[in-house]
């Protein structure tokens, strides 16, 4: 009989892709790299044979593609029978309350691909952080989730932007324009002007030559840690265990603490002992009191909106 699932719950640049290929490492697991992936929706062989990590993404070394564990699921016409696209940022809040039967439907056929194998599913989300609650309540199985401290994960997104791969930064911008009436966006929605940033122009400029436009980096930070702040929320208390990669990659202690209630819970051993994400530590110390100023006002502006019971 197949143990019950594990679902890993992070959003991009959080180092949740190592902890994944640790899984992923192990004969007795059939692990999914982001199953809520757009690519999904028109997934194919060539595809999945291309889809391997780039020079810059400091992402550990794979065996196999990314999105192999999808390939026996192709359609005869291309993509995923069955896969959800409208939910890749779609719902984005979902609750526990929440009905998605085209995702409980899709979730089933991941499953059971993996029981057919013997094997365990791993599910590998990176757009799941603020709807962990719909999973939790949803989906039997041990709920991880992942978290990096936030000017260090957003420094990483804009690493990545300025070598040419914006796509980190924009997910924000395109997470809220998918939505705009979700209740708890709405304290974020009313103190940025949104309609600019969503300008697919105006992002490639930003970017355009290595040169970041500072009011639209301003922008899409606000945007970033108020996102945070909600999945330290909404989020992390859903889950049987938070793992923060920052400790886990400098902190002896933490690391074996973190192997052991991981091990109790999921009856695996994981070795993070190679553990190591990028510190920024050189940025940090001249862009400190940006950052510093930015968060006191999403803090504040986070503090003075009763936020929604989302769970």
């Known amino acids: 009989m197949v143990e019950e699932a594990i679902f890993l719950h992070s959003s991009w640049r959080a180092a949740s892709t190592y902890?994944?290929?640790k899984f992923r490492q192990r004969p007795d697991t059939y692990c999914y790299f982001e199953p809520l992936n757009e690519h999904l929706f028109t997934l194919t062989a060539e595809i999945i044979d291309r889809f391997r990590p780039w020079s810059f993404a400091n992402h550990?070394?794979?065996q196999a593609p990314y999105l192999e564990e999808f390939r026996?699921?192709?359609?005869?016409g291309g993509g995923i029978p069955g896969f959800p696209a409208h939910l890749t940022f779609g719902r984005y809040c979902a609750t526990s309350a929440d009905s998605l039967p085209e995702l409980e439907v899709y979730m089933a056929d991941l499953a059971r691909l993996a029981a057919r194998l013997g094997r365990r599913p791993v599910y590998g989300f990176v757009r799941t952080d603020l709807r962990v609650g719909w999973f939790r309540a949803r989906m039997p199985g041990a709920h991880i989730f992942i978290r990096r401290e936030p000017r260090r994960q957003f420094l990483s997104m804009l690493r990545q932007a300025v070598q040419g791969n914006p796509y980190f930064l924009q997910r924000g911008p395109v997470i809220l324009r998918h939505n705009m009436e979700a209740p708890a966006f709405a304290p974020l929605l009313s103190a940025i002007e949104l309609p600019a940033l969503l300008e697919s122009s105006g992002l490639r400029e930003a970017f355009r030559g290595k040169l970041v436009d500072e009011t639209v980096l301003r922008r899409l930070y606000f945007i970033?840690?108020?996102m945070w702040?909600?999945?330290?929320?909404l989020g992390e208390p859903q889950c049987h265990l938070v793992i923060d990669i920052d400790r886990l990659s400098l902190d002896d202690s933490y690391r074996r603490e973190i192997e052991n209630r991981l091990g109790d819970l999921v009856g695996m051993a994981i070795s993070f002992a190679d553990c190591r994400v990028e510190r920024y530590d050189e940025n940090l110390g001249w862009s400190a009191p940006q950052f510093e100023a930015l968060e006191r006002d999403i803090e504040a502006l986070v503090g003075s909106n009763s936020l929604p019971n989302l769970r």
């Open 19 to 21: 902890v994944w290929a």
């Open 60 to 62: 550990p070394a794979l």
């Open 72 to 76: 026996p699921l192709i359609g005869p």
């Open 224 to 226: 970033f840690y108020f």
């Open 229 to 233: 702040l909600l999945a330290r929320q």
